[in-house]
Structure formats: structure tokens, C-alpha cells
């Protein structure tokens, strides 16, 4: 464990292992110009510019002076940089071998190898990133599409902060009111009038119920909307899965029973990524395996944001009810069920209706709840209908009209205890509740508001989030 505040100089690699074109490494620290002017053949870094760029050699001066490679130096002078304090970031040639060499020569000249997230915590520790902002930083990293980025980069600039402290410094001047109060209690003194009390906390509630709320669809767009393909055998469920993704990836077999396990992959569409999951056939069936990978298909759908249930023109609609029941049984009280028709290329044409919502006739009318979606899997019809109504049951539209997203597990939990003090608070107003018992609660409402910027804070808390960083970071 490192500790809060360290005067170390740091140093790591902040590009992704491997070999790649170039590679950074970051140096942070009261000498980092020092060290890293130590090992440079240039243009000496004490004399340049904050937020410039300088093209020399890494020279080992242990070493007869050989260069180790030509680099460009980039220098930014604290506290304007991203942890506050001096940074040199050095880019080399992303040889493995040159960048475990420099790593070792900043090391010898007096740097230490950083600790995981170590770079973003000095960041937090000096004043240039919140702890929510800081851990934005991680989903701007990972983020796979463009839902998931712009949410990561709206929390990574401050937005959720600063909806967050601006409710935190509404609730500070009612509690110090609250509390005033009770300094004079014995003149019978209000300072806080209760009416306004219970407007400002009715508005406070509703933000944060709102806030709350929307962690499920968060969640989902950060790492990837879950879509179950499910449906009998033969149903066309891996052929689909392979048009979705344009790619063979599930084996497609006229032998009923050949996809026996899930078969995963994602795609961008739309700016959302989708984990398509491809199921087991749902039937009744004594092989002992095949209901292994039908319990697993249930299981998927209960894991499920979107489910496509494949159904064929061949469905009976005594089976079509019996398999719709048996699939919303499992299916999660907030997913969405799609009914899709496959194999239409099969079919005359006077058998589809030509209402525009694509409905088929006959299932339509034995189920008057369901609108289901005519394509070909195998010919690629109507596929991008259905991609549309995939995206309008992302979730994705809610987004982009709302300001803020919460994304983060640990700020949706500290948002459910803040709604239920503050449930509290209005309880203790309407029952006329003594004001200190009313001033506690708005207190513990502040403390977990608090522990989402990081206002209030903790050892345990700050090690378990940085240290879910890479080192680099």
C-alpha cells in the first residue's frame, strides 16, 4: 500500500504492452526534469518551456555514453499537468527491450516504478481530479464504443461532480441551519422553515431517485448491451448471430442440437456495443447434455438486457405460447423480448402482410401483445430493421437526451443510501420529528453524496479504487 501524499518521483510505462510503433513513458515528481535530464542528449529540460516537445537521445551514462534510442521529451511543469506535479512524458521506439531499458535507467537514476493507478491518485491527492473524475479516467480507457466514451468523458470532465456537490452544498445549508437551531433551543428560534425544508427536499429526492434510476441503463451501454438469441432448434439463431457480426462465428448445421453452449461476441452498432449471446434450441429432450446447454439458455436470458426469441413459419401457435411462456418466465423484470420471424425467404409473399410495421398475420392474431419482426438470417432481410429496433430498445435514446448517466456501481450504491436518509429527512419534517434527529440524517445524506467526489474519504476506499488502474495510469 502506498501512502497518501509520497515526494517519490515515479516513473512506468503508460502505453499498452506490446510492440507498437511508439511507446510512452510517464516520469512524475520534484525531479522528474532533473532524472530524466540526466539520462538526455539534447536540449536541456531544466531551461524549456511548460507543454513543449523536444527531440534528443537516451544516453546511459554508466555505459560508455551509447544512445539507447532517439526520443522526443514532452515537459509539463506542475502544477498544470495531469497530477499536479513536474511530468516528462519520454516517446521511444515501442521496443519491449527499449522500454524495459529506460524503465531501468530512470530507476537507477533515482526514480521508483509506479504503483497501479499511482499516477491518477497524485492526481486526485493534488487537487486536479475528484475521485469520481478520477475513476472516469479508467472508463475512458476501456470504453469500447461511442456511448461508452461520451458517458466516461462527460463524468471525466466534472459534469456528475458538480451536479453531485451542487445537491451536497443545498443539503450543508439547511443542515447548518437545522443545527444553528439548536444552539438556541431553548429561545425556540426557527431558522430553517420546515416548508421550505420539505420543497428543497422533495427536489433533492427526485434528482437523486432520477440519478439512481439510471444506473441500469448505464451500466449496460459502459460494457455492452447483453442480447440473448434464443429460440427452438433449427431456428436460425447461429446464422443470425454470423449476420450480425459478419463473420462465421458459430457453426451452422441442419442437425438439430449443434449449438450445445453460448457463444459470445460484440459489435458496435450505432455507436452502442452489443454482446450478442447465442443459445442452445429450447426443446423438451432426455440428452443429458443438450439440457446442460438448455439450462444455460435460460440462464442468458436471465442475464439479459434485449432477448431475440427466433421463432419459424413452421411454429404452431399452441407451441408458440408454450415457448413464449417458458422464455418470459426467465426473462428479467427490465429486459426487452423481440419476436423474430426467420426464414421468410421461405415463404410465398402473400403469406407476410404488408402493414409497415412488418407484423405476420397469422401469429399477430393468436398474440395481440406481440409485434413480430419478418427477416432472413440467411439472406440478410430485413436485418437492418431489426438493428434499428435493437438501438431503439438500447436504452441508447434515453441517453442522448439525458444530462447525466450514472455508469458506476460504487456511486449507485452511495446514490440508494443517500435517497433512503433523505427519505428519512422527509419523514421526520411531516411527523414534526425534533430537529436534531432531522439534522442527523441530512447529515448521513451529505456523508454518502460526499463519498462519491471523494470529500469524504477513506484509506480502504482510495486503495481499492486506484488500484484497479494499470500502472501506467
Known sequence: ???????????????????????????????AVSIVDSIWHGRKLADVKSHTAHLGDIVDPDNSGEPLDTAVATVFRGPKSF?????????????????RELVNLLIRQGCRMAQPGEFTRRAFANGRLDLAQAEAVADVIAASSRSAHRLAASQMRGDFSHRISGLRDKLIEIASLLELELDFSEEDVEFASRSQLRTLADTLLKEITRLASSFSTGAVLKDGVPVAIVGEPNAGKSTL???LLHDNRAIVSDIPGTTRDTIEDTIEIDGVLYRFIDTAGIRQTDDSIENLGIERSYATISRARIVLWLITPDLSPTDYHTLKESITSHLPEDA?????????????DNELSSSGN????????SDEDSIIIPISARNGKNLP???QILHSNSGAEETEGADLIVTNARHYEALIHARASLERV???????????FIAQDLRETI????TITGTITTADLLQTIFQKFCIGK
Open 336 to 348: 426487452k423480448l423481440i419476436t423474430v420471424l426467420n426464414k421468410i425467404d421461405t415463404l410465398p
Open 83 to 99: 497530477t499536479g506535479e513536474d511530468v516528462v512524458e519520454i516517446s521511444v521506439h515501442g521496443s519491449q527491450w527499449i522500454q
Open 426 to 436: 422527509i419523514f421526520g419534517i411531516d411527523t414534526n420529528l425534533s430537529g436534531d
Open 241 to 243: 448471430l454470423n449476420a
Open 1 to 31: 500500500m502506498y501512502p497518501l501524499l509520497d515526494s517519490d518521483t515515479i516513473c512506468a510505462i503508460s502505453t499498452p504492452t506490446g510492440v507498437g510503433g511508439i511507446a510512452v513513458i510517464r516520469v512524475s515528481g520534484i525531479d
Open 447 to 450: 456523508h454518502h453524496l460526499s
Open 385 to 387: 430493421t431489426l438493428m
Open 358 to 365: 412488418g407484423e405476420l398475420s397469422p401469429l399477430s392474431k
